[in-house]
């Protein structure tokens, strides 16, 4: 072996570099390279250079000179090439002048490795548990593998899925049957040795699986698992104030109400019938909530309100489509929180006519004025109905204007009355109709304008058998307009930007009394005949004086 001398002379003044945590491969294949290192530490209180050397044998096979600071540590590294080597054991090192570390390295061909052990950690700590789940602290799993929990007999109680090689925390295994009372479990670690990522200990018979082991013992950890009782669920509660009141007769009022999980207010009638609901009322206290009824009432009753829960989270009340399985009412030892009022529907004030006073009018003494009468307007009516997404509960009309006020009435296409809009003064936007049955499917509706003929503000025009309050016409034909209806699940969606319609003042026309020119009666005198002038225009006076 050629060996490289270092340039620099040794200075025995000051202490030789020391040598430390010599690294390197205990056998290599003939030819391979191998990588030696060691620590050289500088002792002085002053930079120095040194030599370092990699010996073979005793041979110098590598020379070099290195640098340090003062007390400074630094790895030196030499990469040796085992061509030429014979097979066999030889002796290696770094040295420095007056330190070494010294190792053997075997050339030649190397015996397999003997594999590594698995291994694993656990920590299962004492708890409380619901008894349907117990939580192992952290687990380490060289190989990755499974968490099994063993009972006090032994038996397999529950067991993780698959865990990935590493360490875990919190790793909760699910019990194959809850714990009634309190017990000691055993946390076990087990491997995954046919990789299938299921845990085969028990079908196998124990063949497959096993436990990870130290000397022979399975690694475990044990626990007492304390079951508490499952804390009750608290009851949902709500509130309701309903008072006796004064109503139109189409929608009532409940005072207040506080719904803890939110819902809605049905009112019931005196046979138990829902003849109206709210929309979803949010968590909490509501104040003067006013609860459309589907049909208006015609006289005075007693009525119930009646708080209900939206179970089924979908913010539509299915109480009556369900059959009363979802979004049923709140109650308190099973019974529903109701509240009752006596709602008196008042007769519709008797409007005065206004009195007009006649304008005065000087009459020429030669002529009687003669007054037309003016021509009595037919009402007019529109009606927007657009294509619209529903939850099947209710529709909404755009727009609506009445010229003499009255209803808007939902038809369906076999023509029958679904639903029935709350009176309207002349016009108004964004109608919220309910339906008197909820649409499970889409349809096409239409919205019809309905008069109130007989100004009592609620639509008689089914209990009169079309008698009264029919329907706003022209040319002889309803007016009316259609809309697909889509029933779905409801999105969630912007707030519609409603511009308000531009109603026009209708521009009412003075009527013109023409003065008649109304001849005088003739008095035929026996013999003169007398022709009456005509009538002399008074000139209008505006104002400009001449």
């Not at 990755?144 to 038996?155: C, M």
């Not at 009445?402 to 038809?411: A, D, N, Y």
Request: hydrophobic content about 25%; charged content about 25%; overall charge negative.
């Amino acid at each position: 072996m050629q060996a490289e001398y270092c340039t620099y002379p040794s200075n025995t003044t000051y202490g030789s570099f020391e040598v430390s945590n010599l690294s390197a491969p205990s056998g290599v294949e003939a030819g391979e390279p191998v990588t030696v290192s060691a620590d050289i530490t500088n002792p002085n209180d002053v930079p120095m250079i040194q030599c370092v050397e990699f010996r073979l044998e005793g041979d110098v096979v590598e020379r070099t000179g290195w640098a340090l600071n003062p007390n400074e540590t630094e790895t030196i590294t030499f990469d040796v090439n085992t061509t030429g080597l014979e097979d066999g054991t030889y002796i290696h090192g770094i040295e420095t002048r007056d330190f070494g570390e010294l190792a053997t390295l075997t050339v030649g061909e190397q015996p397999e490795p003997e594999p590594e052990e698995p291994t694993a950690s656990l920590q299962f700590d004492d708890q409380e548990s619901d008894g349907s789940s117990v939580t192992v602290a952290s687990a380490n799993l060289s190989d990755g593998g499974y968490i099994a929990i063993l009972d006090e007999n032994g038996s397999v109680v529950g067991a993780t899925d698959y865990l990935e090689p590493g360490e875990q925390e919190n790793v909760s295994v699910p019990l194959l049957e809850s714990l009634n009372e309190s017990a000691t479990l055993t946390a076990q670690a087990h491997l995954d040795t046919n990789d299938n990522q299921t845990l085969d200990f028990l079908t196998s018979n124990g063949t497959e699986d096993g436990p990870y082991t130290v000397n022979g013992t399975p690694v475990t950890d044990d626990a007492d698992v304390t079951v508490g009782e499952e804390p009750t669920p608290e009851e949902p509660t709500a509130s309701l104030q309903f008072d006796d009141q004064e109503s139109d007769g189409s929608s009532v009022t409940v005072a207040s109400a506080n719904l803890s999980e939110g819902g809605y207010i049905a009112v019931i009638d005196e046979n138990g019938s829902v003849v109206g609901a709210t929309d979803y009322l949010e968590p909490g206290e509501q104040e003067n909530v006013s609860v459309p009824l589907l049909e208006p009432l015609n006289e005075s009753a007693t009525l119930t309100a009646q708080a209900h829960l939206d179970t089924n989270d979908n913010q539509t009340l299915d109480f009556l489509t369900s059959n009363g399985t979802e979004d049923g009412p709140y109650t308190v030892n099973g019974t529903p929180v109701t509240d009752d009022a006596d709602v008196t529907v008042g007769e519709e004030p008797t409007t005065e006519e206004p009195t007009t006073e006649e304008p005065t009018t000087e009459e020429p003494t030669t002529e009687e004025p003669t007054t037309e009468e003016p021509t009595t307007e037919e009402p007019t009516a529109t009606v927007e109905f657009e294509d619209q997404n529903s939850n099947g509960a209710t529709v909404t009309v755009a727009s609506a204007t009445l010229s003499e006020g009255g209803f808007v009435v939902i038809h369906n296409e076999s023509g029958d009355v679904v639903g029935i809009s709350n009176y309207i003064e002349e016009s108004d936007s964004n109608i919220r109709i309910f339906l008197t049955e909820s649409l499970s499917e889409s349809a096409t509706l239409t919205a019809m304008a309905h008069l109130d003929t007989n100004n009592n503000q609620q639509l008689d025009f089914l209990s009169s058998d079309g008698a009264e309050d029919g329907p706003y016409t022209m040319d002889g034909s309803p007016i009316t307009d259609d809309a697909e209806i889509t029933v779905g699940d409801e999105p969630t969606t912007e707030e519609p930007t409603t511009e308000e319609p531009t109603t026009e003042e209708p521009t009412t026309e003075e009527p013109t009394t023409e003065e008649p020119t109304t001849e005088e009666p003739t008095t035929e005198e026996p013999t003169n005949e007398t022709e009456t002038p005509p009538p002399t225009e008074t000139p209008i006076d505006n104002g400009t004086e001449n």
